[in-house]
């Protein structure tokens, strides 16, 4: 055959398939990231609040095997456990409708005694006050108790009652917020979160929990019951404040500095010859570069929390905690993946727009800065 006469010619072989090409890109992208001095600090910071976080751990355990205790750590526990129980929805809730038990008691008395004389009453030295709603300072020092009685009477509240309930605790935090912010806040109102019907009716199937969570029988669910009742919740308020406050900040940073340059690049330098002279499928690729924001942003987020569990469990008292907080590691897994996944796919769309690596950049940090 002529030399003029050759061309290109059909490929007659078969592909080699091979579907570890993808650990391959992961691995080579994972080590050049992981060059900077900087994203080593930044890893080496994001992993200290775990000794902080940690070390509240100890404190609500130490609290909660006894919370009556003036002692340190366990005063100061008190204090942080009373603070995080109070802020729940559904114990604030539940502490203003159990009022409204104890004032419809009190009229019932105040009625009773009328008809039966003001003579009795003044011959018995006894007089009938309206009970009065609990300060959050009250609350922070003696912690929050519900009798049995009281919470029977959340637990019967029909539909229609509950949505008069809604109305009402709806308009009350509205009056509040507005006071709190008359004479000390300048310029527009706060925003004002209102809570949902389904929070309402949420709160009395706690008040049905909480009825059968009375275990010594003396008809009042006092401090020590209801914490160990909330002992799950409170540990999962430590994670998720883990989660939002220092790691996000760590999260944010590191993917705009691994991220805007995993596609960028490769479109600038035309790597694209290199990936496809060689098997790789574009899903290879792909799943090659997810991988590289995937095993950061686990670094970030999924081990310091794992490590953060094992570290509460180790400072424990007992291991009895483990029993009530099996399900959170699970948790940690899920909600990594809910962040893992549109983090990753939103970081790679943003570098496959450019072949400059900085606007790429640019465009990350402008998102979540515009957006916050």
């Not at 559904?90 to 009190?106: G, P, Y």
């Amino acid at each position: 055959m002529a030399i003029n006469d050759l061309g290109y010619r059909k490929w007659d072989l078969a592909a080699t398939k091979n579907n570890g090409q993808w650990k391959t890109i992961a691995g080579f992208g994972i080590r050049v990231a992981w060059r900077s001095n900087w994203l080593r600090r930044i890893f080496i910071m994001a992993w200290l609040p775990i000794f902080i976080m940690g070390a509240g751990l100890f404190v609500i355990e130490q609290s909660i095997q006894d919370v009556d205790s003036d002692e340190f750590p366990q005063n100061v526990g008190r204090l942080l456990v009373a603070a995080i129980v109070y802020q729940r929805p559904e114990i604030s809730n539940l502490t203003m409708m159990t009022q409204w038990s104890k004032r419809a008691d009190a009229v019932t008395d105040f009625l009773s005694n009328l008809l039966q004389g003001d003579d009795e009453n003044k011959e018995n030295g006894t007089t009938q006050r309206q009970p009065r709603n609990l300060s959050l300072r009250q609350i922070m020092n003696a912690g929050v108790d519900f009798d049995v009685k009281d919470l029977q009477f959340v637990a019967n509240m029909s539909d229609e009652e509950l949505k008069l309930a809604y109305e009402f605790i709806n308009n009350r935090m509205l009056v509040q917020l507005r006071n709190q912010s008359q004479g000390r806040r300048r310029g527009p109102p706060a925003p004002f979160t209102k809570q949902s019907f389904e929070t309402i009716k949420y709160s009395q199937a706690v008040a049905i929990e909480l009825i059968e969570f009375d275990k010594d029988g003396n008809e009042v669910v006092d401090f020590t019951e209801l914490v160990n009742y909330l002992r799950p919740t409170l540990w999962s308020e430590v994670l998720f404040l883990f989660f939002c406050l220092p790691q996000a900040f760590s999260v944010i940073i590191v993917i705009g500095m691994v991220a805007p340059k995993l596609i960028s690049r490769d479109m600038k330098n035309r790597a694209f010859l290199l990936y496809y002279s060689r098997p790789i499928t574009p899903w290879q690729y792909l799943l090659g570069k997810c991988a590289i924001v995937w095993a950061f942003l686990g670094g970030l987020t999924t081990l310091p929390a794992l490590m953060l569990y094992i570290l509460g469990l180790s400072l424990s008292p007992d291991i009895s905690v483990l029993l009530v907080t099996w399900q959170l590691p699970f948790r940690i897994l899920l909600a990594s993946v809910v962040l893992c996944v549109p983090t990753t796919l939103f970081a790679l769309m943003l570098s496959s727009l450019t072949r400059e690596s900085r606007i790429a950049s640019f465009g990350w940090f402008a998102v979540w800065i515009m957006g916050s």
